[in-house]
T-cell receptor
Framework: AQSVTQLGSHVSVSEGALVLLRCNYS??????LFWYVQYPNQGLQLLLK??????LVKGINGFEAEFKKSETSFHLTKPSAHMSDAAEYFC?????????????FGTGTQLKVEL | GAGVSQTPSNKVTEKGKYVELRCDPI?????LYWYRQSLGQGPEFLIY????????DSGLPNDRFFAVRPEGSVSTLKIQRTERGDSAVYLC?????????????FGQGTRLTVV
């Protein structure tokens, strides 16, 4: 079984400030981990993913995340927030099983960027 | 088209009616997934197809929900005797199938409203 916990349903930062969105996972098998972004009235867009290898993963729009097995975490960061980053962010875990790329999502974090 | 296409984008139906939601995946993607996203929640897995067959339908909430993919491309999610609780955005995703090809591409969803 797999699950994802995203701490903080709403996060507010100032433009130019560090963005930190927290994600902890639970998985009985080595996980695949993902961050997706959802802009209003749009579909989910993949920001970045961890499958194997380097634990620090860089994604689009300046985001990155670090897989920490000992902490079962995959927090998303960006050094400097931009107004265009305002959106909802979902962390997801997939299993390395025969079940394809079935994902279990967290409940999401709404990011607000203020001037 | 280049992306996953879902039709209709919006569907309003009366309680008790039957609805069909269509998903046209990215050409060549053998894996297809349906998710349901209720207001304020992350997407929840419904069913996964590998080719024409449903490899995992463990997320279907009850027997009113059914999905098909007869030719291994387009899929239809069918909901019988709709209830107000079925109101949600239904998301479709597709991907290549392989051990490292783990990125699923999502459509923009069909917003179903049961009145």
């Amino acid at each position: 079984a797999q699950s994802v916990t995203q701490l903080g349903s709403h996060v507010s930062v100032s433009e130019g400030a560090l963005v930190l969105l927290r994600c902890n996972y639970s998985s009985s098998v080595p996980p695949y981990l993902f961050w997706y972004v959802q802009y209003p009235n749009q579909g989910l867009q993949l920001l970045l993913k961890y499958t194997t290898g380097a634990t620090l993963v860089k994604g689009i729009n300046g985001f990155e995340a670090e897989f920490k097995k000992s902490e079962t975490s995959f927090h998303l960061t960006k050094p400097s927030a931009h107004m265009s980053d305002a959106a909802e962010y979902f962390c997801a875990v997939g299993g390395r099983t025969g079940g394809g790329n079935k994902l279990t999502f967290g409940t999401g974090t709404q990011l607000k960027v203020e001037l | 088209g280049a992306g996953v296409s879902q039709t209709p984008s919006n569907k309003v139906t009366e309680k008790g009616k039957y609805v069909e939601l269509r998903c046209d995946p990215i050409s060549g993607h053998t894996a297809l997934y349906w998710y349901r996203q209720s207001l304020g929640q992350g997407p929840e897995f419904l069913i996964y197809f590998q080719g024409t067959g449903a490899a995992d339908d463990s997320g279907l909430p009850n027997d009113r929900f059914f999905a098909v993919r007869p030719e291994g491309s387009v899929s239809t999610l069918k909901i019988q005797r709709t209830e107000r609780g079925d109101s949600a955005v239904y998301l479709c995703a597709s991907s290549f199938q392989g051990p490292l090809n783990t990125e699923a591409f999502f459509g923009q969803g069909t917003r179903l409203t049961v009145v």
